[in-house]
């Protein structure tokens, strides 16, 4: 059973620059774990150091394909990311707008 990711352990998981690789990697192909490992200046035990990271988020998965073990995107995880990031988004548009209705107002009056 995989865990329910959170926001928390999703953004951190997003905030190495060696892990957003991993999902990209793991979005455009059905590379295994030591291919991975292949692409990254550090150990194997470090690359799946960090696939852990990213399965405890729910950003990625592993499927065994006989002796190999594929990492994949798990795109549930991202949706839940992007919805995150679209409620601030949502929330900043609107302050950016009551702020330009305000000044706006203000021009107004003082005119």
């Known amino acids: 059973m995989t865990p329910t990711p959170n926001a928390d352990h999703i953004f951190a998981a997003l905030a190495d620059a060696t892990r957003r690789d991993i ?21 194997f035990a470090a690359v799946q150091k960090h696939i852990a990271v990213l399965e405890r988020a729910g950003l990625v998965t592993k499927e065994r394909t006989g002796r190999r073990k594929v990492v994949l995107t798990n795109i549930e995880g991202l949706s839940l990311a992007r919805g995150l990031l679209d409620q601030y988004e949502s929330l900043w548009r609107g302050r950016v707008e009551r702020m ?9 009056t003082d005119a």
Do not use: D, F, N, Q
Request: charged share 20%; no cysteine; hydrophobic share 35%.
């Open 100 to 108: 330009t209705s305000l000044i706006t107002t203000s021009e107004e």
């Open 23 to 43: 999902v990209l990697r793991a979005l455009s192909g059905r590379e295994g774990v030591a291919e991975l490992a292949g692409h990254y200046p550090m150990s």
